[in-house]
């Protein structure tokens, strides 16, 4: 069974910084790609950023330039780092990941979510 397990969300002050985590466990034979989507109360999941197996990312046209995505294809592991966050990056942040647990179906997989408030 595949886990996705997000850490590092809070509560931070305008103009401040986040890292978030999320790593990848369970039955794994390959990962496409990983990513970060995040939604507030009432609206619909937002894409963030994501990053492929081969290091392509995409970003959010509202975080570009202050969010940076990396990932660690040895340890299943994608990391979101947040600064000059804002009040409207207020969010819960999902982790999601494309993988193929036994290299022949592709499935997504969602992790449970981390709170992310900005307020002063």
């Known amino acids: 069974q595949v886990q996705l397990v997000e850490s590092g969300g809070g509560l931070v002050q305008p103009g401040g910084s986040l890292r978030l985590s999320c790593a990848a466990s369970?039955?794994?034979?390959?990962?496409?790609?990983m990513g970060w989507y995040r939604q507030a109360p009432g609206k619909q999941r937002e894409l963030v950023a994501t990053i492929t197996d081969a290091g392509s990312t995409r970003y959010a046209d509202s975080v570009k330039g202050r969010f940076t995505i990396s990932r660690d294809g040895a340890k299943n592991t994608v990391d979101l780092q947040m600064n000059s966050l804002k009040p409207e990056d207020t969010r819960v942040y999902y982790c999601n990941a494309n993988l193929a647990p036994d290299g022949t179906i592709w499935y997504d997989y969602w992790g449970r979510g981390t709170q992310v408030t900005v307020s002063s």
């Open positions: 369970g039955s794994i034979f390959s990962i496409n790609t």
